[in-house]
């Protein structure tokens, strides 16, 4: 597959599985969701370790159920080398205010699945 | 432990990772990184994959003799959480001129050992 095309499907990757913390409903969360992520895929940030996709699903709904109507928006290009994709991220909460960007370090498989989401908050403080 | 004390813990761990890529001694090389680097660890960037620390030394043996007397520095704090961290770092040449930043993703053992590094080379383009 030409380079271009590879990037646009791991852009699309990462836009659904954005896509799936952004869909006010729980069904429609999980029926993205299901589209890119493996079983036994795990998402771990600074607050929660999720390890499949029923408790990543729980914990989206935990942070839906705070900021209603939040859409999580990719804020970078997608940087990806030997199945890995280092993307920027923000949270727009429905007042269009927004938290911090966030960075999250993607795991795909070769068929173009999630297999891990590794996140961090904030800026990365200079030394 | 308290947190402070991990948080010491981890900074060390790290600088003692970037000091094996520093030393133009190839056998001291291999004591920093044996000191650190569990066996069967692994290194990713965009131009390597190395399994093993024999592996990852051969790398840095190539690295170090096209650039001789550069040194890798960490140029940001260590944010870590689960097992996890991310810092800055630059590789330094003999002259003082930096490349472009990078930016690691360390998985660290409980025991505070390194298994695994994913590294990104230069800042991440807005999109």
Redesign the interface.
Known sequence: MPTNEIETLIDTLIDTYCAAWSDPDPKRRREILESVWTAGATY???TV?AAGIDALLAHIGTVAARRPGAKVI????V?A??G?A???WRLVQADGSMLPEG?D?AEITPDHRISRI?G?FGQ????
């Open positions: 771990t940030d600074p370790h990719r804020t970078s290009r940087d080398h030997h890995v280092r993307f920027a960075l370090v590794v961090f990365l403080a200079k030394e």
